[in-house]
């Protein structure tokens, strides 16, 4: 069965540190990964998209890797902000299809930014 | 700006009642999705639309029934509200062709069925 796990399931760091969010998959054949940002009361956000060929994604401070041989993926916050505070969601896309059910969602990782 | 609206944040209904939910977006996509979220599991596909007047099941439609009736427009409904529906609901809209495009997520609607 095609899943996606994410750890930890909630994260607290002080502001300013640094952190790295995991996504395990056993999505097979793969297609892309997405990580999404969701803050609280709000519909998810686009982050990164990476293919199987690309390893390193950033987008300002975060810099998402990606692993196709070992499926795995993370995802770094540098600098941390208390804007950073929301959750973290990976979605991995089995193949290119008509099948939107090929889209698996992570249950997420809720990070905590304090001051 | 790209923009997903849905009609309402938060609805309290009772078991029985016929729920409507909708979804409407700017962007001119033939995409559109029905998510529920649920704290632990996360997002699970209700229902799914690449054209108007087409739909396709996902992973968790019983109990739900939906309508595209314009390009713009995707309606989630609930036929018999049950307390197990009590969720936050996400709709969606991507570029077509594909699937796997990037989603474009509405604010949510948290729906509590009493």
């Known amino acids: 069965k095609n899943q996606v796990e994410q750890s930890p399931q909630s994260l607290i760091i002080l502001e300013g540190k640094n952190c790295t969010l995991q996504?395990?998959?056993?999505?097979?054949?793969?297609?892309?990964l997405r990580w999404y940002k969701q803050d609280t009361g709000r519909g998810p956000v686009s982050l990164t998209i990476m293919t199987f060929s690309e390893n390193t994604k950033s987008n300002g401070r975060y810099t998402a890797t990606l692993d196709a041989d070992t499926k795995q993926s993370s995802l770094h916050i540098t600098a941390s902000q208390l804007s950073d505070s929301a959750s973290y969601i990976c979605v991995v896309s089995d193949q290119v299809s008509s099948s939107a059910s090929k889209i698996i969602f992570g249950s997420g990782t809720r990070l905590s930014i304090r001051p | 700006d790209v923009k997903v609206t849905q009609s309402s944040r938060y609805l309290v209904k009772r078991t029985g009642e016929k729920v409507f939910l909708e979804c409407v977006q700017d962007?001119?996509?033939?995409?559109m999705f029905w998510y529920r979220q649920d704290p632990g599991l996360g997002l699970r596909l209700i229902y799914f639309s690449y054209d108007v007047k087409m739909k396709e099941k996902g992973d968790i439609p019983e109990g739900y029934s939906v309508s595209r009736e314009k390009k713009e427009r995707f309606s989630l409904i609930l036929e018999s509200a049950s307390t197990n529906q009590t969720s936050m609901y996400l709709c969606a809209s991507s570029l077509g062709g594909a699937t796997d495009g990037e989603q474009y997520f509405g604010p949510g609607t948290r729906l509590t069925v009493t």
């Open positions: 996504c395990n998959y056993t999505v097979s054949p793969f297609s892309n």
């Open positions: 962007m001119d996509h033939e995409n």
